[in-house]
């Protein structure tokens, strides 16, 4: 069923050229009911439809859902809003940010769902690299694995330009361990929003990643 109207990619449209707290609280009750309503319907439609293939996943739609406000405290930008809404999908939703999620954006010019590992402080980066070392055969099966290719093309991330020294003989074989970050992203037109299917073809890019996930998730648990 379709879970937005087209107001809702107007708002953020309008909201991109009126960044402000006046413009924002004269449109309050129009965000509340074209954004943010059915936004946290369509997350927990998500969860519930995860839940169905993945019993213990439990999450509640409000610790998956970002707020809207930005953080503005060591940033240049002030403009006190985001132009978009988003949601990420794990345990322990936007508590987390390093546990591999699936993570979904909402804003008038296009739609991200992603995941992956896009934050990792050191001790998990070396045991994410520590299972690729030891799992080298099974990495290279989940990137290449066609249906990942399709969605998402490839394994992004930044790299680090020096390794510790147990990789670095691993480097030229897979080049992957040097990066610093582990995540796949799909970007797609807004209006994709109001598919009837919506639900669906979310769950497809979910499924698509978990694979990459699991991997993920079982090196940071060693």
């Known amino acids: 069923m379709p879970y937005f109207t087209s107001d809702f990619l107007h708002f953020f449209q309008e909201l991109a050229d009126n960044n402000h707290k006046d413009w924002f609280d004269q449109n309050r009750a129009r965000y509340e009911k074209e954004v943010k309503a059915p936004f946290a319907a369509f997350i927990k439609e998500m969860i519930a439809r995860i839940q169905a293939e993945e019993p213990d996943f439990y999450l509640e739609p409000k610790d998956a859902i970002f707020r809207i406000n930005r953080d503005i405290r060591f940033s240049a930008d002030k403009t006190p809003y985001k132009t978009q809404t988003s949601a990420i999908l794990s345990p322990f939703g936007r508590k987390n940010k390093m546990y591999p999620g699936f993570y979904i954006q909402f804003s008038h010019d296009q739609i991200m769902l992603a995941g992956g590992a896009y934050m990792l402080d050191k001790p998990l980066l070396l045991a994410v690299r520590r299972h690729i070392a030891a799992h080298p055969q099974e990495f290279v099966s989940i990137y290449k694995d066609k249906e990942f290719r399709r969605l998402y093309g490839k394994i992004l991330g ?26 796949y992203a799909a970007e797609m037109d807004a209006e994709v929003i109001f ?20 991997f993920l998730i079982s090196g940071m648990q060693r």
Do not use: M, W
């Open 158 to 183: 930044e790299k680090n330009k020096r390794i510790p020294d147990e990789f670095s003989g691993l480097v030229d074989k897979e080049p992957l361990i040097a990066h610093k970050q582990f995540y």
């Open 195 to 214: 598919k009837p299917d919506l639900v669906e073809l979310c769950l497809t890019y979910y499924r698509g990643g978990k694979a990459l996930n699991d």
